[in-house]
Antibody, heavy 121, light 107 residues
């Protein structure tokens, strides 16, 4: 059974960087079949895919065009984790953030518990 | 980006009813369509993948069908624990996108 445990602050100041970490149990961040993703959910934007990282003989990371200029998603193989950094946040980035495993022909089968991040001064 | 549109946005039904939720994609996604259930304060839970494959552990009263642009999620004989919000999601191409959700309420 895969468990994803998220950590990070619940409050971030405007223009600062949102940083979240997802610790994986029951699978490996270096898996050749899984893709490790970040999704957020807010009343105004619904469920929004932010980006992913995955290993297929080498590491790949990419993100949604709407946030790509501000987003970094990285694996940490020593800790079996992956992380999200979102720079220059505004109140519109306030949302519940989830780390999620994607498998097969791209379905999200394991979700972290979610962290509510509020961007406010 | 592929837009996903669900209907209805909300639905009232009674225990024992059969309900159908529809999801339409803005372009063909063949069968790259997944369904999730979400309860308040919890992350979404995968119900159906590949348009019609039942995720392990999900009751057989849930079923999915469709291909191309039009898909349905059907719940036969609603149980009290089925009252929740349901989302479709396309996995044809990134950015993966979700429908806006269908809130299933008790009548």
């Amino acid at each position: 059974q895969v468990l994803l445990q998220q950590s990070g602050p619940g409050l971030v100041r405007p223009s600062q960087t949102l940083s979240l970490t997802c610790t994986i149990s029951g699978d490996s961040v270096s898996s050749n079949s899984a893709v490790w993703t970040w999704i957020r959910q807010s009343p105004s934007r619904g469920l929004e895919w932010l980006g992913r990282t995955y290993y297929r003989s080498k590491w790949y990371s990419d993100s949604a065009a709407s946030v790509s200029s501000r987003t970094t998603i990285n694996p940490d193989t020593s800790k079996n984790q992956f992380s999200l950094q979102l720079n220059s946040v505004t109140p519109e980035d306030s949302a519940v953030y989830y780390c999620v495993r994607l498998v097969g022909s791209s379905w999200f089968d394991s979700w972290g518990q979610g962290i509510l991040v509020t961007v406010s001064s | 980006d592929i837009q996903m549109t669900q209907s209805p946005s909300s639905l009232s039904a009674s225990v024992g009813d059969r309900v159908t939720i529809t999801c339409r994609a803005s372009q063909s996604i063949t069968r790259y369509l997944n369904w999730y259930q979400q309860k308040p304060g919890k992350p979404p839970k995968l119900l159906i993948y590949g348009a019609s494959s039942l995720q392990s552990g999900v009751p057989s009263r849930f079923s999915g069908s469709g291909s191309g642009t039009d898909f349905t999620l059907t719940i036969t004989s609603l149980q009290p624990e089925d009252f929740a919000t349901y989302y479709c999601q396309q996995s044809q191409s990134t950015p993966y996108t979700f429908g806006q959700g269908t809130n299933l309420e008790i009548k």
